[in-house]
């Protein structure tokens, strides 16, 4: 495998998950992250080209979606550690905090 080969969402393991040939939009899928590619970036097979020009949309499961201008950029980015939750759980009821 050389350093030169090119990211694919088909090398990354993405599975095509529709393409609208009105709107030009390609989507792909992967354990339950989504990959969009819009319009002009999009070819009629469903491929996908490699600049995007910030049309690549890249939505995980619990993060914010984020947005990239090449669809390499937005792979990578997909393969990078999940974020964990930040949630804080208070053992004090509400009825005590209430009390002077």
């Known amino acids: 495998m050389g350093d030169n080969q090119e990211i694919t969402p088909q090398s990354e393991g993405w599975a095509p998950a ?3 040939m009105m709107d030009g939009i390609t989507r792909w899928e992967r354990d339950g992250d989504l990959l969009v590619v819009g319009m002009g970036d999009a070819l009629s097979s469903g491929e996908v080209t490699g600049h995007a020009a910030g049309r690549v949309r890249l939505y995980r499961y619990s ?6 201008d090449r669809i390499e950029d937005a792979l990578r980015a997909a393969n990078e550690p999940r974020r964990a939750f930040k949630v804080q759980f208070s053992l004090i009821p509400a009825a005590v905090k209430r009390k002077s």
Do not use: C, L, N, V
Not at 63 to 68: C, D, G, N, V
């Open 63 to 68: 993060e914010p979606a984020r947005h990239f």
């Open 18 to 20: 529709g393409h609208d």
